[in-house]
C-alpha cells in the first residue's frame, strides 16, 4: 500500500488522521517541525497496525526548503493531507501585525506553497490526493477570529481553484471544515459539548469523505447548516451581533 503524507503532524487531528489511514492500511509520511518527538508516536502507530510510519522534518514556514523537502521523498506519496494549524490570539494580532502574518502565514501562505509543489507532481502523475483542513472560521468573518478565519476562508477559496483545476487530472482535492474540535488548540475555550467532535471523529470523517471522492466536508455532520444558517443572516443584523 502506498504512503500518505500528513502535513502538522503534531496536531491532534494529524494525529488521529494517521491512525486512522494506518488502521486502513496505508503506510505514512509524518512531517512537522521538529518532528523526532514523534517518536514514540510513530512506534505506537506501526506496532498496532503493523505498517510503515517515517518521521520527515518540514517547517511549513521555511518556503525555500519546500521543493528540497518534497524532492528528498523518494517514493512520493498517494495523496496528502495538510492539518497545518495555528489559531494565534485575535485581541494580540489587531495591534501586532508579526502575530496578524504568522496566523496567515501559517494557516494558508505555508500551505499553498508546499500545496502547488505536490498539485504539479500529482497533475503529472495523473493520479492522487489533496486533503487541505480548512476551518467553518472561513465561512463568514466573525470579530472574535476574523485573522484565523480570513486565512482558512482563503484557503478555501484556493482548495476550490485547485479541485477545478486537476479534475481533468484525475486528481481528488477535498475541503475539510471542522467545527468545534476538542483538541490542544481548543482546551482554554469552553466548547458545546453537542457540537464538538473528537479528533477520531474528524479523521474517520475524512477517511470516508476521502475514498467517496467528495468535494467538500463539514464535520460534524450539523456545521454545515449551521454555517448554512449563518451565512444568510442579512450583514445589517450580522454586524450588530457577537456569535
Known sequence: MSYVLIIGAKSDIAKACAREYAKQGYNLYLAARNVDELSE????????????????????????????????????????????GYLGEQEKAQNDFEEAKRIMDTNYTGVVSLFNIIANDFEKRRSGFIVGISSVAGDRGRKSNYIYGSAKAALTIYLSGLRNRLYDAQVHVLTVKPGFVATKMTEELDLPEKLTAQPEEVARDVFNAQQKGKNVLYTKWIWKWVMLIIRNIPEFQFKKMSI
Not at 505498517?51 to 521523498?73: Q, T
Not at 506519496?77 to 495538510?82: A, E, H, R, T, W
Open 41 to 84: 508516536f510513530a512506534q505506537d502507530v506501526t506496532t498496532r497496525t503493523q505498517k510503515s510510519v517515517k518521521l520527515l522534518e518540514l517547517d511549513i514556514l521555511d518556503y525555500k526548503s519546500h521543493r528540497a523537502f518534497y524532492d528528498s521523498i523518494e517514493e512520493k506519496p498517494l495523496g496528502v493531507i495538510s492539518a497545518v
